[in-house]
Nanobody, 124 residues
Framework: VQLQASGGGLVQAGESLRLSCAAS????????VGWFRQAPGKEREFVAV????????AYSDSVKGRFTISRDNARNTADLQMNSLKPEDTAVYYC??????????????????WGQGTQVTVSS
């Protein structure tokens, strides 16, 4: 399985970025697609998830209302639209596939496959 994350970059506070995750070797329709991020010196943290079997979504409190996760099962991709970016959103962003249920979807340890990460830097 390969996950290719892209779309990161350097933006100013208040601007937007759209991250994309392209999967090969697995059909994303069968998996939860999660986005996580890791800032320097911090642990990897949950950002958003699109659950399998209907694709319901959930977000961390820090991004709720600003970020939107979506998936395109036909293209085998998942995107993270990030609006109103803040300096504290600066991190490496990772997409991942997993099959956990309930609150386990928030735990990075419950994901089986990871992309390589894409850097997002938000300047103030």
């Amino acid at each position: 399985v390969q996950l290719q994350a892209s779309g990161g970059g350097l933006v100013q506070a208040g601007e937007s970025l759209r991250l994309s995750c392209a999967a090969s070797g697995r059909a994303v329709r069968n998996y939860n697609v999660g986005w996580f991020r890791q800032a320097p010196g911090k642990e990897r943290e949950f950002v958003a998830v699109s659950r399998r079997n209907g694709g319901s979504t959930a977000y961390s409190d820090s991004v709720k209302g600003r970020f939107t996760i979506s998936r395109d099962n036909a293209r085998n991709t998942a995107d993270l639209q990030m609006n109103s970016l803040k300096p504290e959103d600066t991190a490496v962003y990772y997409c991942a596939l997993g099959q956990a249920i309930h609150s386990a979807v928030y735990d990075p340890a419950m994901y089986n496959w990871w992309g390589q990460g894409t850097q997002v830097t938000v300047s103030s």
